[in-house]
């Protein structure tokens, strides 16, 4: 099984600056891509960043200029550096990894989410 833990989620007031980690762990041989997403009350769960093992990151457009994700392919580590927070930010951030897991007869694809971190954006 593959573990991912966020952290780095808090209360900061608009145009503060938050910065999120999250580390997998567990019988991982390799992470494809890695993302942030967000989930809001009353709404669905949507895609803020996201940042593949070699190729270029992708944002939504609403964090844009703001928000930078980035990782830490050593040590299966994923942040996201969140700048001129709004009040429209405020939601639970979720990571994902997705990739290869060891197990007893070879590899297999995984696709895992962390609980969640909590960011609270006062205006």
């Known amino acids: 099984q593959v573990q991912l833990v966020e952290s780095g989620g808090g209360l900061v007031q608009a145009g503060g600056s938050l910065r999120l980690s999250c580390a997998a762990s567990g019988s991982i041989f390799s992470i494809n891509a890695m993302g942030w997403y967000r989930q809001a009350p009353g709404k669905q769960r949507e895609l803020v960043a996201a940042?593949?093992?070699?190729?270029?990151?992708n944002y939504a457009d609403s964090v844009k200029g703001r928000f930078t994700i980035s990782r830490d392919n050593a040590k299966n580590t994923v942040y996201l550096e969140m700048n001129s927070l709004k009040s429209e930010d405020t939601a639970v951030y979720f990571c994902?990894?997705?990739?290869?897991?060891?197990?007893?007869?070879?590899?297999?694809?995984?696709?895992?989410w962390g609980q969640g971190t909590q960011v609270t954006v006062s205006s």
């Open positions: 994902n990894a997705q990739g290869l897991r060891r197990v007893s007869v070879g590899l297999t694809s995984f696709d895992s």
């Open positions: 940042i593949p093992s070699g190729g270029s990151t």
